[in-house]
């Protein structure tokens, strides 16, 4: 049984920065690449950020590039975001997800396992 576990998401002042984690198991973590994904009250869940398989690959949407950052610990079966310089257009229910054998996937639909989310707020 395959599953994701989030985690870090809290009430956080604008301008303020903030770790997830996303605990993986039951997949043989290695081999899928990762993604986190949210989705904000009345609004479509958007990509954030991927990593592929091998860690060799990240990426980001334009709203988060250059404030955050994505890696994954393959030995603890762990994924990350660390997001910086927050703003009250980032709050949203962080989600990670898992596809496998991704290099660069940000279409929602190519995942196939997905966490129950973590609730991030950005007070201004």
């Known amino acids: 049984q395959v599953q994701l576990v989030e985690s870090g998401g809290r009430l956080v002042q604008a301008g303020g920065s903030l770790r997830l984690s996303c605990a993986a198991s039951?997949?043989?973590?290695?081999?899928?690449?990762m993604g986190w994904f949210r989705q904000a009250p009345g609004k479509e869940r958007e990509f954030v950020a991927g990593?592929?398989?091998?860690?060799?690959?990240?990426y980001y949407s334009d709203s988060v590039r250059g404030r955050s950052t994505i890696a994954r610990d393959n030995a603890k079966n762990m994924v990350y975001l660390q997001m910086n310089s927050l703003k009250p257009e980032d709050t949203a229910v962080y989600y990670c997800?898992?596809?496998?054998?991704?290099?660069?996937?940000?279409?929602?639909?190519?995942?196939?396992?997905w966490g129950q989310g973590t609730q991030v707020t950005v007070s201004s």
């Open positions: 990593i592929s398989w091998s860690g060799g690959t990240t």
């Open positions: 997800a898992a596809a496998y054998r991704v290099v660069r996937k940000t279409d929602s639909g190519g995942y196939n396992y």
């Open positions: 039951g997949l043989t973590f290695s081999s899928y690449g």
